[in-house]
């Protein structure tokens, strides 16, 4: 969400043998989006399921729905299910929120071409996007989300975000959603510069796509033009 990356899980997998760790994996961006049929950066890898000791999503994303879900070896499992604290005080998903999660799942069963949609659209918009004066395109070409960055900074973070701001606020004006990526600027170890997240999702039309890109252009050439 912030990077626009993918981590390299072929890498970490051999680190996890030679150090005799484990591996968790936090996919609530990748499920649903990498891979031949959507189950994450484990399949997009071609990484044995059973490399990876803990697999956790929210389904707020992909699946349109809210809460989460954990998976992995029994044995992790089994721990986290009677001595996790989510566990001991957490409610159960509404009957609607749940079934609207189902249907999710079954519909990326039953479609599995959208993954293969959803890349090339990525791709599109990503070189689309290149080569605006004053702008960087900063993430994957297969990454839904990616950002937008000043090529070269003001020298000031709070002046770098307004004039950010005012291409979102201008692209909303004609009807393009934009947002500027939010961070807990005191907290964060590795603070990202300011930035405007773009996301595409693969119910978007060519159309909407060309607009979209077309629009980013003549808004980030007027403002910082």
Do not use: W
Request: include cysteine; proline fraction near 4%; aromatic fraction near 6%.
């Amino acid at each position: 969400m912030n990077t626009g990356t993918i981590c390299p899980l072929p890498e970490l997998v051999q680190l996890k043998y030679k150090y005799k760790a484990r591996i968790f994996l936090e996919e609530s961006l990748s499920f649903g989006v990498l891979g031949e049929h959507g189950r994450g950066v484990t399949e997009h890898f071609g990484i044995n399921i059973d490399d990876i000791d803990l697999i956790s999503a929210n389904m707020e994303n992909a699946l349109a729905s809210i809460g989460g879900f954990c998976c992995g070896r029994s044995f992790v499992i089994d721990h986290q299910r009677l001595s996790g604290q989510g566990y001991c005080f957490s409610a159960s998903l509404p009957p609607l929120l749940a079934a609207a999660a189902i249907e999710a799942l079954n519909i990326m069963e039953e479609n599995p071409g959208i993954f293969a949609v959803l890349k090339e659209k990525c791709k599109r918009i990503h070189k689309a996007l290149q080569g605006i004066s004053g702008l960087r395109v900063v993430g994957e070409a297969l990454s839904p989300a990616f950002h937008l960055q000043l090529e070269a900074s003001t020298g000031s973070r709070e002046q770098d975000a307004k004039l950010l701001q005012e291409i979102v606020r201008q692209c909303m004006d004609r009807s393009i959603a934009l947002t500027q990526a939010r961070y807990l600027e005191r907290e964060e170890k590795c603070l990202p510069p300011p930035s405007i997240r773009v996301v595409v999702t693969v119910e978007q039309t060519e159309e909407e796509l060309e607009k979209a890109a077309s629009t980013i252009k003549e808004v980030a050439q007027a403002v910082l033009g």
